[in-house]
């Protein structure tokens, strides 16, 4: 299922989608920018970051309608980082 494509979203004020903040979470630049970069013509806000940890204080600080999430990460894992979905800390 496609949400959107590109010749969908001539500006970004015809999105369905530019209400929601995506969280790109990835250890390689290279796919952060090219992910940033396509998810940025179709929602509102696109932040990165290059580890679990810098991802979980973006989290504390923002919210977010998607977080994409590499597994293979150094140090903690995207699979490990289940804590990032309990919300009781942010209440």
Do not use: C
Not at 2 to 20: E, G, H, I, R
Not at 22 to 39: I, P, R, S, Y
Not at 55 to 64: D, F, K, P, T, V
């Amino acid at each position: 299922m496609t949400l959107f494509q590109t010749s969908d979203v001539p500006n970004q004020q015809s999105s369905p989608y530019l209400a929601f903040s995506v969280l790109v979470v990835d250890d390689e630049v290279g796919m952060q920018t090219v992910l940033k970069k396509a998810l940025s013509k179709g929602f509102g806000h696109v932040d990165t970051a290059n580890s679990v940890e810098e991802a979980e204080n973006l989290r504390i600080q923002n919210h977010y309608d998607l977080i994409i999430l590499d597994i293979n990460l150094p140090g903690r894992s995207g699979i490990e980082w289940k804590e990032a979905f309990n919300d009781q800390e942010r209440s």
